[in-house]
DNA sequence: CAGTGGTCTAGACCACATT
DNA sequence: ATGTGGTCTAGACCACTGC
């Protein structure tokens, strides 16, 4: 692997010579997926600088997520995530009349399989934004469903649901299994056929639970999307916030052209 | 302001701690959007620590993209950008025929003033996943038009299109003015009728190239939207790849239930 | 000019992984 | 036991901002 050397001339820092001769290095392929960096004590030794300059540069690697520091073994090239489509069909009515919830048809057809954890079932006040979205006043309590799904036992996406107590109350909904089919299939089942979905999708910086959560390492941005669901009456439904790491997904829409 | 102390018994190191006082103040409202930090002397004198723990505990903050470091000024809270929604009807032939391109018509809605710059028009082999979308053969050629968007002179987004050499020559397409309506008010003209779009949307940490021409400060992640637009044949005329900061963005779609 | 953050040095001890 | 990254100290000089 080619390092070059520091030009204490170049009006760049040090640190962030370093980082570019690492970074060009990867780009060149010399180091690619799952190869490990040179350990601080090489780079110092390298580059004749302090040990603190040396991990300010990997520092730098780390938050553009291109490298995962592991404690004790060394600092490692990001392996890419495999992506997940999810396309724009998810949530046909035919994978419900199949028994599948969504998340089920997709990692179906991934070949991994599906789990769902830490299922937390609550009646709250929603948050404002909730509220809205659901049309509700401002002292009604909804249902909420929180929980994290995994593939292959590894986190993939917490999802939390908010539900009208006057559409979730004395069904499975508030139950830890819902049954075949998912929320959406009981939703039917009850009167509330559903018509479409409006996703609202943005990304930002996960928060501390969320790393957590999801066991993202630095450097890692989260895809958030809040769905609402409405019924063929044109009433809200549900409203279900999920947060996702944001690498490990391609999100598909269809839009007409009208 | 409140700050506490550091627990040296507890589990979580100094500058975990300092930077947990500092987010939950944020938290409580205490330090609120525009407002400045505690400089790293103040925290240094209020914690006993070294200025390098006080300064790890700011870096935390700013990964995290909640503030902003400003040289010779101070840090602050981060303010919170002007969230722009893309509903999902912006490409809407109504606007076209209105004389708007996509962008346009919403500055319009936002009430800003919008801008165009670093327009470049190249004719070049397209990377393999642009031509996959574009179903060409090995060694066809595309019109490749790349431009920045501004909105009050302030960069929002960097947009690179493909065209299929058979569609765009001879067309304004080619040119820096592509004339009312836009790139898809010219391919209906000539006979492009659209259909509909596909959108694919991902997030990751920007390239250092494109934290420069967004001018993204640390820790803000960007959303990227590729948009292949079909006509009435069934045809993908274009391929859109488009880069925005994500905090400033809600993307909406509409999806039916089928 | 004083105050701020940006960078760097040369050490130290600790926690974790591997052999 | 050795090598790795994680955290911390106590200084230093520089560059930028604002008075």
Redesign the pocket.
Known sequence: MQLGE?DRQDG??????IADHLRSAMDRGELTAGD?????????RH?????????????EL?TEGRVV???????FVRMPAPVRRLASDRFARKHREAGQAAFLAEADKAGVRPSVDQIEIDRATPPADVRERLRLSDDERVAVRSRRYLADDRPIEVATSFLPLTVAEGTPILEANTGPGGIYARLEETGHVLDHFVEEVTARMPTADERRRLELPDGVPVLVVVRTAYDTAGVPVEVCDTVKAAPAYVLEYDIPAR
């Open positions: 520091i760049r820092p040090p640190y962030r010579q490990k960096l040179p350990s601080e004590a090489e780079l110092t580059y004749s600088v302090a040990r603190m300059t040396a991990r300010q540069a990997i520092q780390r520091a592991e404690h004790g073994r060394g600092v």
